[in-house]
């Protein structure tokens, strides 16, 4: 159900004030290609406790700040825009505005506070004194519909859905535990929480309500602050980004800043999008002077490397920040960002129903297994027979380590047949089924072929059945065939599935061959096979063995029966 979030946590930061022109266009650079420019930054936010109750809280990292003309929306700018009021024009650093649905207050919200003075404001959507225009929708269960704040120019200020990427469903909230501004694009600093545990007008405790209770106070001195951000899992050879983050939270310049990047063996350095020259010290290190950074100063930019094909595990990537000035403290001076290698990920067509019982075939299905070790978004991804249709998954669609899931072209048909319903169908048959995009392909009962495509309409896996053929690239020799045997066997209700391992009881390795697929006739072991609707087959595929210790007595009859049985 499509809700509309109406409170707002504030908080503002201040323009780069007394840097070099280069320092200028670097930290440019970096905030047209990041997600935020980091001086305003959404704190928390929530789905609310039911209803329409939402609200969002951003933080003013430096300040003061102006905000007249700013606008929080979603995915399209234009929504709610801040008033041209004085109360917008100079936000001090520390400051949390609450801005929620005033039409249906969430439990548990503050009381209006229209001063400020405090490090905190609590205004309604509707209050005219500070807002025009209406409230973005913000769905529960749209992964990517997200707030996203601008400045008077439509410049992006904060993108929740690139930083840090998560979403709230219904009665939940995001809350950043974090105590920079530079390390909140970082998911690991966030935590999704049940809506009564939100704390809108406050810290989300720990080290985030200290950060926030000093940036209200001020930081005397010099305080440097760095953060970097990739991905969780990535698979060997592959290309890895992260960003890197510096920021000076201190009232102080920081002078002769240096950026020390010490990288694992496993990565290797390709290109960076600083502007300057990377020095390499050691083959695995990189170095970036950055001049003095003025008070509230940002430098933020992408680094590119490789991961080696042999990498395994966990690597680890440390980045160090220093300064000839004194500092008021090094715990954030330096953070590591981690990376899982993962095998690749492997999604493949298990299992096909494709001349049915049901009248007209409606009850057509396809399974589509996932055999890799991390969760898969197959979001977009389609299932074709090559050209009259096209099935596509929906948005936010995973799939997780060893999951199955079975797309139908009619839920109820399915269901009657099979005994379960799908996971998703095309015919809307029913309403607790959800629904697939697109058109069902509609396959031949004497042959055809079943694709999955990949959002970007790459061939993932293809089977060619009965009088169905494929690209060599796809599908190598003869069609697969249904078993038949004449009077026992016909193709009518037959599920076209793949063979199983003897020793583990899942999907053989793919070879896009008939000789992966139970019905195929040469393998008189795994193969030769029939299987239909009903039929609960890998639940007792492997025999099970029992071991228990025991008396047995072994008699011969008839001498000896009566005296063992008596």
Same mark, same amino acid.
């Given at each position: 159900?499509?809700?509309?979030?109406?409170?707002?946590?504030?908080?503002?930061?201040?323009?780069?004030?007394?840097?070099?022109?280069?320092?200028?266009?670097?930290?440019?650079?970096?905030?047209?290609?990041?997600?935020?420019?980091?001086?305003?930054?959404?704190?928390?936010?929530?789905?609310?406790?039911?209803?329409?109750?939402?609200?969002?809280?951003?933080?003013?990292?430096?300040?003061?700040?102006?905000?007249?003309?700013?606008?929080?929306?979603?995915?399209?700018?234009?929504?709610?825009?801040?008033?041209?009021?004085?109360?917008?024009?100079?936000?001090?650093?520390?400051?949390?505005?609450?801005?929620?649905?005033?039409?249906?207050?969430?439990?548990?919200?503050?009381?209006?506070?229209?001063?400020?003075?405090?490090?905190?404001?609590?205004?309604?959507?509707?209050?005219?004194?500070?807002?025009?225009?209406?409230?973005?929708?913000?769905?529960?269960?749209?992964?990517?519909?997200?707030?996203?704040?601008?400045?008077?120019?439509?410049?992006?200020?904060?993108?929740?859905?690139?930083?840090?990427?998560?979403?709230?469903?219904?009665?939940?909230?995001?809350?950043?535990?974090?105590?920079?501004?530079?390390?909140?694009?970082?998911?690991?600093?966030?935590?999704?929480?049940?809506?009564?545990?939100?704390?809108?007008?406050?810290?989300?405790?720990?080290?985030?309500?200290?950060?926030?209770?000093?940036?209200?106070?001020?930081?005397?001195?010099?305080?440097?602050?760095?953060?970097?951000?990739?991905?969780?899992?990535?698979?060997?050879?592959?290309?890895?980004?992260?960003?890197?983050?510096?920021?000076?939270?201190?009232?102080?310049?920081?002078?002769?800043?240096?950026?020390?990047?010490?990288?694992?063996?496993?990565?290797?350095?390709?290109?960076?999008?600083?502007?300057?020259?990377?020095?390499?010290?050691?083959?695995?290190?990189?170095?970036?002077?950055?001049?003095?950074?003025?008070?509230?100063?940002?430098?933020?930019?992408?680094?590119?490397?490789?991961?080696?094909?042999?990498?395994?595990?966990?690597?680890?990537?440390?980045?160090?920040?220093?300064?000839?000035?004194?500092?008021?403290?090094?715990?954030?001076?330096? !953070?590591?960002?981690?990376?899982?290698?993962?095998?690749?990920?492997?999604?493949?067509?298990?299992?096909?129903?494709?001349?049915?019982?049901?009248?007209?075939?409606?009850?057509?299905?396809?399974?589509?297994?996932?055999?890799?070790?991390?969760?898969?978004?197959?979001?977009?991804?389609?299932?074709?027979?090559?050209?009259?249709?096209?099935?596509?998954?929906?948005?936010?669609?995973?799939?997780?380590?060893?999951?199955?899931?079975?797309?139908?072209?009619?839920?109820?048909?399915?269901?009657?047949?099979?005994?379960?319903?799908?996971?998703?169908?095309?015919?809307?048959?029913?309403? !607790?089924?959800?629904?697939?995009?697109?058109?069902?392909?509609?396959?031949?009962?004497?042959?055809?072929?079943?694709?999955?495509?990949?959002?970007?309409?790459?061939?993932?896996?293809?089977?060619?059945?009965?009088?169905?053929?494929?690209?060599?690239?796809?599908?190598?020799?003869?069609?697969?065939?249904?078993?038949?045997?004449?009077?026992?066997?016909?193709?009518?209700?037959?599920?076209?599935?793949?063979?199983?391992?003897?020793?583990?009881?899942?999907?053989?390795?793919?070879?896009?061959?008939?000789?992966?697929?139970?019905?195929?006739?040469?393998?008189?072991?795994?193969?030769?096979?029939?299987?239909?609707?009903?039929?609960?087959?890998?639940?007792?595929?492997?025999?099970?063995?029992?071991?228990?210790?025991?008396?047995?007595?072994?008699?011969?009859?008839?001498?000896?029966?009566?005296?063992?049985?008596?």
């Amino acid at each position: 159900m499509m809700q509309r979030v109406f409170g707002v946590l504030l908080s503002v930061g201040l323009s780069l004030a007394g840097v070099g022109s280069w320092l200028f266009w670097l930290q440019g650079l970096g905030q047209a290609a990041a997600p935020t420019n980091g001086n305003v930054i959404i704190n928390e936010w929530s789905q609310g406790n039911g209803g329409s109750r939402e609200w969002v809280e951003l933080l003013v990292v430096s300040g003061p700040a102006d905000l007249r003309g700013w606008d929080l929306g979603d995915s399209t700018p234009g929504d709610l825009v801040f008033s041209s009021d004085g109360a917008w024009s100079a936000l001090p650093a520390g400051t949390l505005v609450v801005i929620y649905n005033g039409s249906d207050p969430d439990i548990g919200l503050p009381p209006d506070d229209e001063d400020g003075s405090d490090c905190r404001l609590v205004v309604g959507h509707n209050n005219g004194r500070f807002f025009t225009g209406t409230w973005p929708a913000i769905a529960n269960s749209t992964p990517s519909d997200n707030p996203h704040l601008r400045d008077a120019i439509g410049t992006t200020v904060h993108d929740f859905t690139q930083a840090p990427g998560l979403h709230p469903a219904a009665q939940q909230g995001v809350a950043f535990m974090g105590e920079t501004a530079v390390s909140f694009p970082d998911p690991a600093q966030w935590q999704i929480i049940p809506a009564t545990e939100s704390t809108p007008g406050t810290g989300n405790g720990g080290s985030n309500t200290v950060w926030i209770d000093s940036l209200c106070a001020g930081v005397n001195g010099v305080d440097l602050a760095v953060s970097k951000s990739g991905p969780a899992v990535a698979q060997p050879g592959a290309t890895v980004v992260y960003q890197l983050r510096l920021q000076n939270v201190g009232d102080t310049l920081a002078t002769a800043v240096r950026l020390t990047d010490t990288l694992p063996l496993e990565l290797a350095y390709v290109t960076d999008s600083s502007g300057l020259v990377a020095q390499h010290p050691t083959p695995h290190t990189l170095v970036w002077e950055l001049g003095d950074i003025a008070p509230s100063s940002t430098v933020s930019f992408a680094l590119t490397t490789t991961l080696a094909n042999t990498a395994t595990g966990t690597v680890s990537n440390q980045l160090a920040a220093a300064t000839t000035a004194v500092e008021v403290t090094l715990a954030n001076n330096s !953070t590591v960002a981690q990376t899982a290698v993962s095998l690749p990920t492997t999604v493949l067509i298990d299992a096909v129903y494709v001349d049915g019982y049901e009248p007209n075939d409606v009850d057509e299905a396809v399974a589509l297994w996932q055999g890799g070790e991390t969760a898969v978004d197959v979001a977009g991804w389609k299932v074709s027979d090559g050209g009259s249709g096209t099935a596509v998954l929906p948005a936010g669609t995973q799939l997780q380590p060893g999951q199955t899931v079975w797309l139908a072209r009619d839920g109820v048909a399915f269901t009657h047949q099979f005994g379960f319903p799908p996971d998703f169908e095309q015919s809307d048959s029913s309403p !607790t089924i959800p629904n697939l995009g697109g058109t069902w392909p509609g396959f031949a009962n004497t042959g055809d072929e079943v694709v999955l495509l990949d959002a970007a309409g790459a061939v993932v896996d293809w089977l060619a059945y009965g009088t169905g053929s494929g690209d060599p690239a796809d599908w190598q020799g003869a069609a697969l065939q249904p078993y038949t045997v004449p009077n026992v066997f016909t193709s009518e209700g037959q599920i076209l599935y793949r063979k199983r391992d003897q020793a583990t009881g899942l999907p053989v390795a793919d070879s896009n061959t008939a000789a992966d697929w139970a019905q195929e006739g040469g393998d008189v072991i795994n193969g030769r096979k029939v299987r239909h609707p009903g039929w609960d087959f890998d639940s007792f595929f492997q025999t099970v063995a029992v071991t228990e210790t025991a008396v047995f007595t072994i008699a011969q009859a008839p001498d000896n029966a009566f005296a063992t049985i008596a």
